[in-house]
């Protein structure tokens, strides 16, 4: 395995119940007339029935759409006014983007890979969900929670569809990704290989004028044999 495959092993990686109820109704007798009764029956009362208000209440079944993954909300905010604002709300982005990927993974349910898109949206979050759902696929134990740290930024304006221009919409982060902490295990018990333990990695974020919120758009690792550090 080259280097820059054990450097994205641990990269960024994060049931409806349909109840019927169904009645019965009584048929009436044919000719939809009661008997009448004889004079000792009616002289008996009959006899007065419980009152089924009474007896205890049925349980509350439990919300069969919770699965106990958590709420997670997307990163939202004004137009910044400021490249500092708009850093560090890209920033918070790609950390929920991990937060998200690494509670999917812990949650060992494939499904809660869709959660993703609270973070990430396009490619990125159909790269995203494919890497948590190939890691659980194979079975494996994800333990501990990875560490980021902004090493730079850039911020850019982005564009509309007429040309004009949102202003500090697009950031570009370089990020160190600490995996000392993180601990994945196989099915047969043995720990694997994560890749090397602190690496760089660069990511795209981009506000979305219209719903006010924030998501990862891309990533890239940088080349081994390239200009940039790759370590950190």
Request: glycine residues 8%; aromatic residues 4%.
């Amino acid at each position: 395995m080259d280097k820059h495959a054990r450097r994205g092993m641990a990269g960024s990686v994060a049931l409806v119940a349909v109840l019927a109820l169904t009645g019965c109704q009584q048929q009436d007798e044919d000719n939809g007339i009661p008997p009448l009764e004889s004079a000792s029956q009616a002289s008996s009362p009959a006899p007065i029935p419980e009152n089924p208000l009474s007896s205890s209440p049925a349980p509350i079944p439990e919300n069969p759409l919770d699965n106990g993954f958590p709420d997670f909300e997307p990163v939202t905010s004004e137009q910044p006014a400021t490249d500092k604002e708009a850093t560090a709300r890209a920033f918070e982005t790609v950390e929920l983007m991990y937060e998200v990927s690494e509670e999917a993974l812990r949650s060992g349910d494939p499904e809660n890979a869709g959660e993703l898109s609270v973070a990430a949206t396009g490619g990125m979050l159909e790269r995203e969900m494919e890497l948590v759902e190939g890691v659980l696929g194979k079975g494996v134990t994800y333990e501990g929670q990875t560490k980021l740290e902004l090493i730079d930024s850039k911020v850019f304006p982005a564009a509309r569809q007429d040309g004009t221009l949102i202003e500090r919409a697009t950031v570009q982060l370089v990020v160190c990704e600490d995996n000392s902490k993180v601990k994945i295990t196989g099915k047969d018990g043995e720990a694997k290989n994560t890749g090397d333990n602190r690496f760089r990695v660069n990511y795209d974020a981009m506000w979305n004028e219209r719903s006010q919120t924030w998501a990862v758009v891309s990533t890239s690792l940088p080349k081994l044999d390239g200009p940039e550090e790759t370590e950190c």
